[in-house]
Structure formats: structure tokens, C-alpha cells
DNA sequence: TATTGTTATACTCTATAACTATA
DNA sequence: TATAGTTATAGAGTATAACAATA
């Protein structure tokens, strides 16, 4: 049980090392048409959100709006994502999921996932893989918080 | 429970983009003076297994050697490691901590560390932390199972 | 011939600064 | 004046390729 100040340090320390070199790990797993982590971030957000500007999303993602306005141009670029003028504000552009993307964003035979998911099926038991995704939404609320 | 492929999937997928994007928020609470993940892991490692080449450092971490050359001088400059060349191998220079490198380490007010905690502390409950905690050296498992 | 380490170069992701157009 | 988006530039982290010294 973690129940002093010393202990949360030493998680959050060991947490950094672990997610930060398991990062790098995962990016080397990447097939040549994934998508990357800020793209898949990006789709996975229209998808459960719906349509909205660039600036939202990078407000939402603690991102500058210049390095979103990257990640967006690549997808796209790959027609993963649509562009259409606000009728309502014409400074703002809303983006919106193509069929493309969708796809893209659930698509299983991405190599990323499938080697991931093979890799979690051969060292982890069903269990402890309930575990990791039990900690996934926890991780999620530590970020929302930093 | 994770009872079939599929859900393994789905955790894949979002355990691709969780971490990524903690990650990502991770890296914009580095202080000015904390060692970055890399730099990190490498101090961690020396300190676990004590002292060994550039390359066996590259081969463990799953990085270039020349990626481990660029963490390793940055390291070296600070006076955080030192290099002593191999008695017995002319090509080899083993690394080791210096007193410096291991309070950088171990150092309790660093910001990274610290702000992680506090935001932990914030926003989960000690079980929840305790269940981050436990899901760490299941993530490592994975890690070197990729 | 294989290994250690280095230098040179480039790619990905992200940042800051400076600009234009619209509100 | 504030906001949306773009362009230009830079930094961190990592990669591949080519090389020198040693085994």
C-alpha cells in the first residue's frame, strides 16, 4: 500500500522512467502506414468528440497550435481528416473524421496495435493485462491533472 | 476481464496512446536542470548494475549506439558519470556514476519527480496510486518483451 | 572480420517568434 | 485587442551511414 509522501515519490519516479522508455519502444514498433501517437491521439478525439478546430484540439492536448497545425496537415495531407470553413466564424476551419480515418483509427491489423497486443498476450497473464488497462484511465487522469 | 483477443486489442490501442500522451505532458514539466528520461534510465542503470560500456547500454535500452553516445556526453559534460578506459580492451570506456550522478538521481526536489507526486496525490486515491504502482513492472515486462 | 566508439547527416515531434486574416 | 491559422526557425531525441582504432 502506498501511504507516505516518500513512497509517492519513488512511484512517480519509477513511472517516468518506465512509460518514458516504453514510449520510445513502442515508437520503434510503428509500421510505415500507421499513424503516429499524435496522429492516432488526434483521430481518437474526432471520433469520440465530433468535429472542431485545430485550436480546440491543441488546447485540449497541451500542444502549441503550430505543432498541431503539423499533425494535421499530415493527415490531411493522407486524407485522414476533412477541413471545412466555420460558416459561422471565418477564421476557424473544423475538422472532422473522413471514412479514411475512421478506418484508420480501428483498423486491427495496424501493425503498432497487433504488436503490441501480441507482445501483452505472451509475458502477461489475463490478469495482470486487466491490470494494465485498469491503470490505463488512472494514467489518463494524471496527465488531465499535470 | 480480458477474455479475448479483441479486448487485448482494444488495451493495445489504448495503452499506445495513453502513455503516449502522458509522455509527451511528462516531458513539459522537465526543470531546467533535471536529466530528461534518457539521461535518466542511464543513471538508473549505472547505479543498478554499476559500471559498463556505451554499447552495452545501447544494446540493453534497444538505442543506436550514436543515440547513446549523444545521452552519454551530455551526462559526461555535466560531471554526473565518468569514463575510465578499459584495462584490458582498448576500445572499451566504462561508464560509471560519480557522487554528483547519484544525487542527481536520487535528488527528492527534482521537478520532474516532484510535480508528478503532487499531481498523483492530487487526483488519485492512495489505491488508485497503489494500482499505478502495480501495473509499472507489468509495463516494464512488456517493454522488453516488444 | 567483428566490435567500440565517433562524426556527419537527417527525420520526427515539439517549441517560440512573427505574420495575416477575421472577430 | 484577441483569436485562428500559417510560415520560419530551432531544439530534443533518435536513426542510418561512414569512419578510425582495437580485438
Known amino acids: 500500500m502506498i501511504d507516505d509522501d516518500s513512497d509517492v515519490l519513488d512511484v512517480a519516479s519509477e513511472l ?3 512509460v518514458g522508455s516504453l514510449v520510445r519502444r513502442l ?4 509500421g510505415p502506414d500507421d499513424p503516429s501517437v499524435p496522429e492516432t491521439t488526434v483521430l481518437a478525439r474526432l471520433d469520440r468528440d465530433g468535429s ?16 498541431m497545425g503539423v499533425t494535421i496537415a499530415g493527415l490531411q495531407e493522407r486524407g485522414l481528416i476533412a477541413r471545412t470553413p466555420d460558416p459561422t466564424d471565418g477564421r476557424r476551419i ?15 491489423r495496424n501493425h503498432s496495435t497487433r504488436s ?13 493485462i486487466a491490470a494494465v488497462s485498469d ?12
Open 16 to 18: 517516468r522512467i518506465t
Open 27 to 30: 515508437r520503434q514498433h510503428r
Open 52 to 67: 472542431c478546430s485545430a485550436a480546440d484540439l491543441a488546447r485540449h492536448g497541451h500542444v502549441s497550435p503550430q505543432s
Open 94 to 108: 473544423l475538422l472532422s473524421l473522413t471514412a479514411a480515418g475512421g478506418e484508420a483509427l480501428t483498423d486491427r
Open 116 to 128: 503490441i497486443a501480441e507482445a501483452m498476450s505472451a509475458t502477461l497473464t489475463a490478469a495482470e
Open 135 to 146: 491503470a490505463l484511465p488512472l494514467l489518463d487522469r494524471l496527465r488531465g491533472a499535470l
